[in-house]
């Protein structure tokens, strides 16, 4: 069974740091492009960071860059990272972790293959 299960959400004050996980299994993700999202109350599920399968590609959401580090690990199991430093209370929103075969579609997150449940990440002020 195909599975992407994210957690290491929670609540955080403003500047602190959070380290989300998505552990993939049931199917070859070693090979699949790998993405994390995030959709806050009211608005649109957005790419956050992606990273290709090698991890030698990644893109940032411009919201991000310089804060945030995507990051995965092929050993056994695929993980997939997400380090988040010097959080802001827009950051807050479930995070989802999302897969595809093709890297570019990682940006168009309507149509990726697979999806995780998502984990809540909340900072206050």
């Known amino acids: 069974q195909v599975q992407l299960v994210e957690s290491g959400g929670g609540l955080v004050q403003a500047g602190g740091s959070l380290r989300l996980s998505c552990v993939a299994s049931?199917?070859?993700?070693?090979?699949?492009?790998m993405g994390w999202y995030r959709q806050a109350p009211g608005k649109q599920r957005e790419l956050v960071a992606a990273?290709?399968?090698?991890?030698?590609?990644?893109?940032y959401a411009d919201s991000v860059k310089g804060r945030f580090a995507i990051s995965r690990d092929n050993a056994k199991n695929t993980i997939v990272y997400l380090q988040m430093n010097s959080l802001k209370p827009e950051d807050t929103a479930v995070y989802y972790c999302?897969?595809?075969?093709?890297?570019?579609?990682?940006?168009?997150?309507?149509?990726?293959?697979?999806w995780g449940q998502g984990t809540q990440v909340t900072v206050s002020s």
């Open positions: 049931g199917s070859t993700f070693s090979r699949k492009s």
């Open positions: 990273i290709s399968s090698s991890g030698i590609i990644t893109n």
């Open positions: 999302g897969a595809d075969s093709i890297y570019s579609q990682l940006f168009s997150p309507a149509r990726l293959d697979y």
